[in-house]
């Protein structure tokens, strides 16, 4: 457990600052786009983020698996799978420019949510080099990384809308602070003297696409999950309210780092782990399920107290989605210990058909529930509707592991 917090506060570390410095960068935004233009930024946001899920096809959880069972084949599957990513990026994007140009009649939109989505090609580059330090178990490098990138970001950002370029600016300074997360990792990988050249096996393309498969599916359900509410905003009920919305979505995902850098560290060790003593898998559960807990509950109250406050005095143009920031905060201690059940399920094969079948439940329920009640109620029902799947996916996957491996060991 002390490997464990050690390496997640290095990446807990540098997003708490980085989450900091992009607080404040949505605050800028929200004020200098409008709310309108906040709400096209934002459904671009979420194309590219749902567009990453499927660029991302799993191989990150392979990669990271793989590695850590042997080291010395770091740089044969590192170049095997970065070939494979960035040939299956560049078809998803080709294919999803061309529905998309056909598709949607906004013009203007389909041109901020395609050069948007553009940040995918660099984006799986770093994110695959990210999964080897995650597997050495040295994510001071990927702390470092997301860092620079976050700060490139946020300058590009101040720069360019300063400027008067509006949403393109900030997209293209969501594009460039990509680069330099890839540029960075790839500095850091040669100093760690793991970015060696390496020949292709392109017998490892059919392992790696068959054991990504699973974790794939669940990397495109679950931001297909945390992201269609934007998307689905921004077509039935337009711009201004998916801006209130995004301002208070924003702040809600600024919290998922907590967990998300909590089950980086943890998933190669239960990865390892599954293979010893069921008592010990137990025992990190629990644990795990604690912190996050605890963590959850602190975070809500400053969510439901402090944030409203510092929307009223930054942002008056947006009083209208302390609502719905209030409403979302209540999903924050799901999403925190629903962190660690994710990790224990996914670090092994043995429950990827579960998790599966689970997670296409939590996503029709969302996306139904969504289809039905924005059109009538617009981002309040978003906002329920999103805390409501945060418990339903935590009940049911607590129920899964409860089964499957708390009661047998």
Known sequence: MKAIL???????FAQSITRVIGFFYVIFLARNLGVSDFGL???????????????????????????????????????????LRLSLTSVLFAVFSLVLYV????????SLILLATLAILPQAVALTLDAVFAAFQKLQFSAVALFISSISTVIAGFFLISRGFGTMGAVNALIFGQFVYMIALILFLIKYKVFNFSKVNFTQVKDAIKGSLPYGLLSVLGLVYFRIDTVLLSYLRGNFETGLYGVGFRFLEAATFV????????????????????????????????IMLLIGVFAVLGYFLVLPRIIETLLPNYSQSIPVIKILSLAIPFMFIHAPAVSLLLSTDKYLKDVLILSVLAVS?????????IPKYGLFAAAYVTVLSEILSFVVFFLLIKKRILDKT
């Open 41 to 83: 930024f934002s459904v671009a946001l979420a194309y590219f983020s749902i567009i990453s899920g499927f660029a991302d096809f799993g191989f990150n959880r392979f990669l990271t698996r793989e590695i850590a069972k042997d080291k010395l084949k770091a740089p044969e599957i590192l170049w095997t799978v970065t070939l």
């Open 6 to 12: 050690t390496q997640g506060f290095y990446v807990f």
């Open 365 to 373: 329920f969302n996306i139904i529930a969504n289809l039905i009640f």
């Open 103 to 110: 598709q949607d009649p906004d013009k203007v939109r389909v």
């Open 259 to 290: 967990p998300a850098a909590f089950s980086l560290a943890l998933f190669p060790v239960l990865a390892r782990m599954h293979e010893g003593a069921g008592g010990d898998l137990r025992k990190i559960y629990f644990k795990s399920f604690k």
